[in-house]
């Protein structure tokens, strides 16, 4: 009866969250969610299923029915990567969600992770890029990633802290060089934005690589079985 | 009067209309050949990006990008192949042939790519010519710059020679050239010695699973680099006014 055991499952990760993770329209190129680099760094055992959207709260991804058919979805041993926040916490956007119900949705998507013995990942919302005047990095995102890190202990959820981490390395870019990562252009540079773009939140293709590379090292750091499934290449020296 | 103004006013109107049914653009394909800083790269080797990935989606409807460059390649290989033959042979009226090579014909320590500089011109030259006897329009593109600074932290030509063969074959057989190398030059100088490390291959030991043992490469572009160089060519033909210009995405 070996053979009643499913050879060679491919494990789904789904990627749940906002602008930040997404994938883009080609006519937004070169701005780029962390989720698109994020495809390139597993083997085929796994397929990553990109379904952040742009804009989207915890609160309006669900009501918007962008959870259900992830749940619908599910497999035993598929994962969950879930990081909102920056949609969530802004009072004056239509997709404002209060801390309760921000908190509420949060231990939805677990428990209804968990129920189909998926493996949920929680996600603090990757860093905008802020410097005070004496260019010391401010934190952006103070209440609503405090939520996500609560929901994790009490849940006892994987937990990729980004947000301190991303900020660690905006920090490292410092208040000049970080605009690199970030979807900085100058006027008539790129066709998409004629008239220029200066993005604090939203990534160039070196940051949102940046990003995902951190989220890739912590799932290795968390000891997460998917971890096995990154892509392995021989170690070879540089010809 | 009112009459006349009301005439005047109805012309406009039917300019205005005829100009909205006009016929729609006529098809064109752009034909990229050239070397490893322009190719397609397999997702396998991200963030390796040739620059002619982001290139091809910055053109509307109206254009076919055919990236047919290779890595490795010189201009005499990329013959020897086949690979002109091939382009030759797929050539339509008002297609255009974007041609960089370079990296590989200037390197006498490999002589299985190495071209001279006198079969180098040759090359070009048959390029330019062969894509004009099909009626397409080739496009001169000097060989995109390596990173290379000096003790004073000035970023430092590196295809002295081959670019110049590549400027002199445009002046002198009327092509339209875009000066890929002192553009790329000063887009590095911008960026300057350090933060221009951000444009190339340069991966820290363990920080992307595609490089475990990391890359420092001043040659090949990533994702982010690429673009740039993408961008200064979309630049190069908005400054020669090439009708292709009129294709490239507006907002």
């Known amino acids: ?239 | 009067m009112i009459k006349e103004n009301f005439k005047k006013a109805l012309f406009v109107c039917l300019l205005g209309l005829v100009s909205f049914t006009l016929p729609i653009k006529k098809h064109v394909t752009i034909w990229m050949v050239g070397d490893s800083t322009m190719c397609q790269y397999d997702s396998s080797r991200f963030p390796l990006t040739g620059w002619g990935m982001p290139f091809a989606q910055y053109f509307d409807s109206s254009v076919t990008i055919k990236n047919e460059a290779k890595g490795g390649r010189s201009t005499r290989t990329f013959i020897a192949e086949n690979r002109w033959q091939k382009v030759v042979e797929n050539l339509n009226e008002g297609d255009y042939v974007f041609i960089q090579f370079g990296h590989n014909d200037e390197a006498k320590n490999y002589p299985d790519r190495y071209t001279t500089p006198e079969d180098y011109r040759n090359n070009l030259i048959k390029f330019v010519t062969e894509s004009r006897d099909k009626k397409a329009i080739p496009v001169l593109i000097t060989p995109v710059s390596r990173r290379k600074f000096d003790a004073n932290g000035n970023a430092t030509e590196t295809h002295e020679v081959y670019s110049k063969i590549v400027r002199e074959v445009a002046v002198q057989m009327n092509v339209p050239l875009i000066d890929l190398d002192a553009m790329s030059l000063k887009l590095l100088q911008q960026f300057g010695e350090k933060n221009s490390a951000l444009l190339f291959m340069q991966l820290e030991p363990g920080e992307n699973p595609n490089y475990p043992s990391g890359v420092h490469d001043n040659t090949h572009f990533n994702a982010y680099g690429a673009r740039h160089i993408a961008e200064l060519v979309l630049k190069g033909i908005n400054n020669l006014h090439l009708e292709l210009a009129d294709r490239i995405f507006k907002k």
């Open chain 1, 1 to 239: 009866m070996s053979f009643a055991i499913a050879p060679n499952k491919k494990i789904t990760v789904y990627l749940i969250g906002d602008s930040t993770m997404a994938d883009k329209e080609v006519n937004a190129y070169p701005e780029t969610g962390w989720g698109m680099p994020f495809h390139y760094f597993f083997d085929s055992t796994v397929v990553v299923d990109n379904r952040a959207k742009n804009g989207r709260s915890t609160r309006t991804f669900i009501e918007e029915g962008r959870w259900k058919p992830v749940v619908e979805n599910l497999n035993e041993g598929d994962y969950v990567l879930i990081q909102f926040g920056h949609n969530d916490e802004v009072p004056t956007k239509r997709s404002y969600t209060t801390p309760e119900q921000f908190t509420a949705n949060l231990v939805k998507f677990v428990s209804e992770a968990r129920n189909k013995k998926a493996v949920p990942v929680l996600i603090t919302p990757v860093a905008r890029r802020k410097f005070d005047s004496s260019g010391k990095i401010e934190e952006t995102h103070a209440v609503y990633t405090r939520l996500v890190k609560d929901v994790a202990t009490k849940y006892k959820v994987p937990l990729i802290d980004l947000d301190a981490k991303s900020q660690e390395l905006v920090k490292q870019f410092g208040p000049e060089s970080s605009k690199y990562l970030y979807n900085y252009l100058s006027p008539g540079e790129n066709p998409h934005y004629p008239t220029g773009r200066k993005d604090d939140t939203h990534f160039s293709e070196l940051g949102a690589r940046k990003m995902a590379e951190i989220v890739l090292h912590e799932i290795k750091n968390l000891n997460l079985e998917l971890a096995n499934h990154i892509r392995a290449v021989p170690l070879k020296e540089k010809k």
